[in-house]
């Protein structure tokens, strides 16, 4: 499932072939992904004109004229495949291109951008969805609504931690899942920060604030490693993992730098630290933890 590193390593491959393009032909294969496509979504898509792209937690939005907004989730196998659809091929978009169509039959939706790029939605498993919401609706939307604050934003801090963390008795790991909280952190994500933050996964996340709701060091250190680590990871260019690629089609390689995750039964990576890597499933996901360093 792509995290949010590689939601925005998308983000940014798509920014350069649709801001400022318009939708010049959008093919719809089939009436629903994971839920129904607005309805008459090809035609309502069809001649609007990009303004600019955003993230927010594991959405892609799409902000177009006239005050609507295109947002996409990638769920578990979401693919935008881009290419340049025509022989007067731009140099710009060369770097996006490459060829698909073992799987084509997974190709669900087929924009058609001005400038000649195409840009293929494809997802065998069809968890992803797309929809349509007015701009000015947005934070009201039920996907948006409630969610937390962005970890990369500058409304995550240590302050924010312990205030939410405050008297709370969900365990740490519990508590930076919870998408009220924090946005877009998934599994992977989390069992780094708090590797790098020394917190175990175990402990209640009211440690993050002192008796009168005040931050603690941990919360320090976690508010500065989840930046850290997410930063680390966009700059890789994403993980890859299972059918996950950038959106130019070539792997991500943070996976290779994960220093903690998937290394179950290896010595711990911290500097000075004799523990050995351990797996646990917690909350229905494996933790990957050092029962050494991480207290
Ligand atoms: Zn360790």
């Given at each position: 499932?792509p ?17 400022g ?52 989730h ?9 290419s ?28 058609t ?22 701009e ?12 937390g ?33 924090v ?11 708090l590797f ?26 976690l ?24 959106a ?15 290394r ?12 050995t ?19």
């Amino acid at each position: 499932m792509p995290e949010l590193p590689e939601v925005e390593t998308v983000r940014s491959g798509l920014e350069p072939v649709l801001t400022g393009r318009s939708f010049v032909r959008v093919e719809q294969r089939r009436p629903d992904l994971r839920f129904p496509l607005p309805e008459r979504f090809a035609e309502r898509l069809t001649g609007r004109r990009v303004l600019r792209l955003e993230r927010r937690a594991k959405y892609i939005l799409v902000h177009l004229d006239r005050h609507e907004v295109l947002a996409v989730h990638l769920g578990m196998t979401g693919r935008l495949i881009v290419s340049n659809g025509g022989p007067e091929r731009d140099l710009t978009l060369g770097q996006y291109v490459y060829e698909h169509g073992k799987d084509a039959r997974h190709d669900h939706l087929v924009f058609t951008m001005s400038g000649g790029a195409v840009v293929t939605y494809n997802d065998a498993r069809r968890f992803g969805y797309m929809t349509l919401i007015p701009e000015g609706q947005l934070e009201q939307d039920a996907f948006f609504a409630g969610l937390g604050v962005e970890p990369l934003g500058p409304d995550l801090t240590a302050a924010y931690l312990a205030k939410r963390a405050h008297g709370r008795k969900a365990d740490l790991k519990a508590f930076l899942m919870d998408q009220r909280i924090v946005a877009g952190l998934g599994n992977i994500y989390v069992c780094e920060a708090l590797f790098r933050a020394g917190l175990s996964p175990w402990k209640p996340a009211s440690r993050l604030a002192s008796r009168t709701g005040k931050p603690t060091p941990a919360a320090e250190r976690l508010a500065a490693e989840i930046k850290a680590v997410l930063t680390d990871a966009i700059a890789a260019g994403g993980s890859t993992l299972r059918d996950y690629q950038r959106a130019d089609g070539t792997s991500g390689l943070f996976q290779n730098e994960f220093g903690i995750y998937g290394r179950e039964g290896e010595p711990c990576m911290r500097p000075g630290c004799r523990g050995t890597v351990r797996r646990r499933v917690q909350g229905g996901r494996s933790t990957f933890y050092c029962a050494v360093c991480q207290r």
